[in-house]
């Protein structure tokens, strides 16, 4: 295949699918919610205005300019609020009395296992519907993982 074949990005035509590439938005935990999303764009707005062009429209094709902004969005807030939640479970683990970090610990790690169990059953689960639970799961446990192991570093670094 030559160069000029390939597909150019006004070619590429964006459906709802593809806003599920990479991860999924992050969970943010009720107790820490308040703090994490302070000031972050949630892309509320840019969402409406896709969801009014796709009842208007009724169509992906014709939206184009609102699935490219709202993925453009989505990916900049999930990235924040990852490294937002890391580094709060980073505070939290070396800050709140110790006895409470480690039953924050057991928590995260319960949650992880869940997870771990969750996705395993997943994994036998076909189509479309098999593929999005997957997805969503394996996005969870690696947040929680990752919130895990900052509040682990936390607690070390007292």
Not at 36 to 51: A, E, M, P, S, T
Request: include cysteine; charged fraction near 30%; hydrophobic fraction near 35%.
């Amino acid at each position: 295949m030559d160069v000029d074949s390939q597909p150019t990005m006004e070619e590429t035509i964006l459906v709802g699918d593809d806003l599920m590439t990479g991860p999924p938005s992050p969970v943010v935990p009720p107790e820490i919610a308040s703090h994490v999303l302070q000031g972050v764009d949630l892309c509320d707005g840019i969402l409406k205005n896709l969801f009014l062009c796709l009842q208007i429209n009724d169509i992906e094709p014709f939206c184009q300019d609102e699935l490219a902004l709202y993925k453009q969005c989505s990916e900049r807030r999930d990235k924040e609020i990852r490294k937002r939640l890391q580094d709060s479970e980073h505070k939290l683990g070396s800050s709140m009395p110790l006895d409470k970090a480690k039953e924050r610990t057991a928590q995260l790690e319960a949650e992880v296992t869940t997870l771990e169990r969750r996705l395993i059953l997943a994994s036998g689960a076909e189509g479309m519907e098999g593929f999005r639970q997957r997805w969503s799961l394996h996005g969870r446990l690696t947040d929680s993982k990752k919130r895990l192991e900052a509040l682990k570093q936390g607690i070390d670094s007292r």
